[in-house]
């Protein structure tokens, strides 16, 4: 495998020059015609790491269009068959990355242009779970990681003599106001994960070996050399930014906390310390949303409508969802997504006994045209916000999708979680209007402001502190600081000390309550979406100030605004062909990451949660 490290010509020339070595020294007598000193190897050349780029992007283009339907098979009909074929793909496609990585070794001491050093840190960098080159290795992988995500994916749990999947059970937490319901529900659906444990402690073995034979510590630092700067310096980074929200998060965690002990008492909610983590309407407690009724403030005006209940007055479908969110991407001027999204999307949950994994994602099977999405859909307001979320990805694909193989892709991850939400801010009630969905008379008054953003709050700056505390646990496991027999005592250590929450009851010698979140067995690095969430109001604030918006920033739609578009485009376009902060200064004007437009979008919310925690014992221990 070592010999294609160079090109033919390279060791054709290496053949020639040792043959004519050979033959002078044996037939030339020393002193008529002495034999010349052996040429040294000049070793590989510019034009050398060019051809094997060549190489390396179009062996992995056509490794993507192999494998990438066996995976979406896999996701979207689980059975032993799809997950045994999905194992074979995902070791072949893990050993060609692994060995291109490998490969780009020969050229470290090369002085390569900017473009094509590029590449090749992102050849090096660019795997999630890297196997060892060691024999079996990728198939033990392969092997673990199709298995943890088909536990997922197939997770019940029996409640009242009915066996409920993941979607019935967080409708449960998302709706129920009984304690002991709520606890035995929440605990239900953690059962899954604890046969997760060994074998995502093996994985985590096999993917560190993997990361030290492309020569990092571990995999903790190859995921964080993925940000166009050293692994320290972005660990700074994130605790920059979360520095700059952590403030507004802990007013929010103060009221929340105040309003809940109210509705439950002291037994169940006190009113200091942490919250109990079954009562904030979600399954993991990432988003509060789900208990806005309880917490919304009270004398002040409503936003004046139901989101749910208009989507379902209106007689909207999944279809219709998709269609609506599409519209919106082709008011801004890009181009309608092709007929095979819709002949080929999974919108809803196929009928039992079909076991699909419903974990909304967006997918792109051939680097080209081939987008989809895969949903279990539902009308409500949560999808609804979902499908701008997962449509973004799609757009973001096929505007980046003449770039070069390696420059296919978000200019860092947090970039692809941000477009779709960027989108998303825009569905104030002035865009609910200009789609029919609500008429004038329902448009909340500035009167309602607090309303409005007490429930974005729930959603968006409560999600700050999980994102952080799932990478940040999970670092810690990659670089060791954290071995298999304390996985659960120090994920419930993150959760207090970046959430202030706590399980509602002791959690089981066994419990392994990290692999009840998708994107941990998923394998899915979670510090995109904390960016992606400082990063969407930034883009936000942008656009609003690029469509001369003078209103306060909860109120501005972009809805409709080509011009907007036109930037918006070129950004996605860029992929990842550019640093991230050149992309970023496109669109934004700017090339550092800022949370100071949440600070300002949340500015009436934040004088208001402090007024109303005057007195309070604000903070947990």
């Known amino acids: 495998m070592k010999r294609s490290l160079y090109s033919a010509s390279a060791a054709a020339l290496g053949f020639a020059m040792l043959a004519g070595c050979a033959g002078n020294s044996a037939d030339v007598p020393p002193a008529e015609a002495p034999v010349p000193p052996p040429v040294a190897d000049a070793g590989p050349t510019v034009e050398d790491a060019r051809a094997f780029l060549d190489r390396a992007e179009a062996e992995l283009a056509q490794m993507s269009k192999d494998v990438s339907p066996i995976f979406w098979e896999q996701a979207t009909n689980i059975t032993d068959e799809t997950n045994a074929a999905a194992a074979v793909a995902g070791a072949e496609a893990t050993k060609l990355a692994v060995s291109l990585a490998n490969e780009t070794k020969k050229f470290k001491d090369v002085d390569l242009p900017a473009d094509l050093d590029r590449k090749m840190k992102r050849l090096q960098s660019g795997i999630t779970i890297p196997a060892p080159s060691t024999p079996g290795a990728a198939e033990e992988l392969s092997e673990i990681t199709t298995g943890l995500d088909a536990t997922y994916g197939t997770g019940t749990f029996t409640y009242k003599g009915e066996e409920l999947n993941l979607d019935q059970l967080s409708t449960i937490i ?4 009984d304690p002991e319901e709520l606890k ?18 093996r994985m985590v073995e096999i993917a560190n070996t993997g990361a030290n034979e492309l020569g990092y510590d571990n995999l903790k630092t190859m995921w964080l050399s993925n940000y ?40 169940v909610q006190p009113a200091t310390g942490p919250i109990r983590a079954d009562l904030l309407g979600n399954m993991w407690s990432q988003s509060w949303a789900g208990i806005y009724p309880i917490v919304e403030p009270e004398g002040l005006p409503g936003q004046g409508y139901d989101l749910t209940e208009e989507l379902v007055e209106k007689g909207y479908d999944p279809i219709k969802m998709v269609e609506t969110g599409e519209a919106f991407f082709t008011s801004l001027g890009l181009a309608p997504l092709p007929e095979t999204f819709w002949e080929r999307s999974m919108i809803v949950r196929p009928p039992a006994p079909r076991e699909v994994v419903c974990h909304a994602s967006a997918w792109d099977l051939d680097d080209e ?4 999405i895969k949903m279990c859909t539902e009308v409500n307001a949560e999808d609804f916000n979902t499908v701008h979320h997962e449509l973004g990805h799609n757009f973001y694909q096929r505007a980046y999708k003449d770039q070069d193989y390696l420059y296919k892709n978000g200019a860092h991850d947090g970039f692809h979680e941000a477009i779709g939400d960027f989108i998303a801010l825009s569905i104030t009630p002035s865009y609910l209007v200009d789609i029919g969905l609500i008429d004038e008379s329902q448009v909340p008054g500035e009167d309602a402001d607090i309303s409005l953003l007490m429930n974005t709050a729930l959603d968006k700056i409560a999600f700050l502190p999980f994102a952080i505390t799932v990478d940040s646990w999970r670092w810690d496991v990659l670089d060791g600081t954290t071995p298999p027999e304390d996985y659960n005592t120090a994920w419930w250590e993150k959760r207090t000390k970046y959430q202030g929450i706590v399980p ?3 959690r089981p010698a066994d419990a392994f309550d990290p692999g009840a979140k998708y994107h941990i067995p998923g394998n899915t690095p979670y510090l995109r ?16 100030e690029q469509a001369g918006w003078e209103g306060p920033l909860h109120r501005c739609s972009i ?17 990842a062909s550019e640093p991230w902060p050149d992309v970023l200064e496109t669109f934004t004007g700017t090339r550092e990451m800022d949370g100071s437009a949440i600070i300002e979008y949340f500015d009436p919310l934040m004088t208001y949660l402090k007024e109303e925690n005057e007195g309070r014992s604000c903070g947990w221990d």
Request: net charge negative; aromatic share 14%.
């Open 504 to 506: 509602p009851g002791p």
């Open 174 to 177: 998302e709706t129920s106001r």
């Open 228 to 267: 166009d700067m050293p692994p320290e310096e972005m660990a700074e980074e994130v605790d920059r930014l979360w520095t700059q929200v952590e403030p507004l998060y802990e007013e929010l965690h103060c009221y929340v906390r105040a309003e809940l002990n109210e509705q439950y008492g002291d037994e």
């Open 369 to 372: 045209e081939d987008v989809r």
């Open 184 to 201: 035995t529900v929440w605990e239900g659906w953690r059962t899954i994960s604890p046969p997760m444990k060994d074998n995502y402690a």
């Open 559 to 575: 809805y409709g605004n080509e011009e907007v578009g036109a930037r918006f485009n070129a950004m996605m376009e860029m992929g």
């Open 529 to 544: 979406y904390f960016l992606s969430y400082i990063m969407q109001f930034q883009f936000h604030k942008a656009a609003c």
